[in-house]
């Protein structure tokens, strides 16, 4: 085991899990789990300018503009010495430029991994847009899979919101754990879905010849179980940790 924790970014289309095995992989070695999803959605939430705005993307299918996500992402890496101690990067970087942008924020301190998770467009689409959510406590949970009998069991499929999703609510579309109305998001209908991976296509995977090209990329098969999946992520991140010891 390294005796620092690992620097890593979480690639893949939306849908593909990043947030569930990101929050995993971050419990497993003890570091932050920066998420800019959430991190916006909070800001919204608060109504702040930045959060609105960041929204206002999001629910067009839009990526969010460079400048704002690495502003926010420089200030959350270098809160707590989080470059030293380690984190899990989920959701950035999007883009070729906000690839260069955290090489030169994580200068001295490079980051081990980046690492795509590949599940296929049809997969991710399925899981997306059959995702609900609570209005109020944020669970998530999915048309596809059949109410349970045990509130808060997390038994559905893995979803990119960082949190496992559950199955349907027992009754009426209210929230099994608090009894809020569990809804559509606006940027998970298929329309917007479709839209984001459309612009995925086009910014997000030049972020990936980038890390080829650095030596920094590895590819794990998001396609899985979830259980199967994060068994995978730790081994391809001891691997690498591993080499780098002296």
Known sequence: MSTRGPRLVLLGKQGAGKGTQASRIAEHYDVA????????REAAAAHSELGLAAKDYMDR??????ETVVGVVEE???H????RRGFVLDGFPRTRR???????????????LAIDLDVPTEIVLKRIAGRRVC????????????????????????????????????????????????????DDTEEAVMRRLELYEIETLPVIQFYRRTGALAHVDGS??????????????ESRLDREKP
Request: aromatic residues 4%; glycine residues 10%; charged residues 25%.
């Open 224 to 237: 899985a179980e979830s259980d199967e999946v994060f068994k995978k992520l730790v081994e391809t991140v």
């Open 33 to 40: 789990h920066l998420s800019t999803g959430d991190l916006f």
């Open 80 to 83: 707590d010495y989080r470059i």
């Open 98 to 112: 906000q690839a260069e942008e955290l090489h030169r924020i994580l200068e001295g301190h490079p980051l081990d």
């Open 76 to 78: 959350q890496l270098n």
């Open 135 to 186: 209005s109020e406590c944020g669970t998530v949970y999915h048309v596809d899979q059949p109410p349970t009998s045990s509130v808060g069991t997390a038994s559905g499929p893995s979803t990119d919101s960082g949190r496992r999703s559950h199955s349907s609510p027992a009754g009426d579309w209210k929230c099994d754990v608090c009894g809020g109305q569990v809804v559509q998001r606006d």
């Open 61 to 66: 299918g839009d990526l969010v503009p460079d």
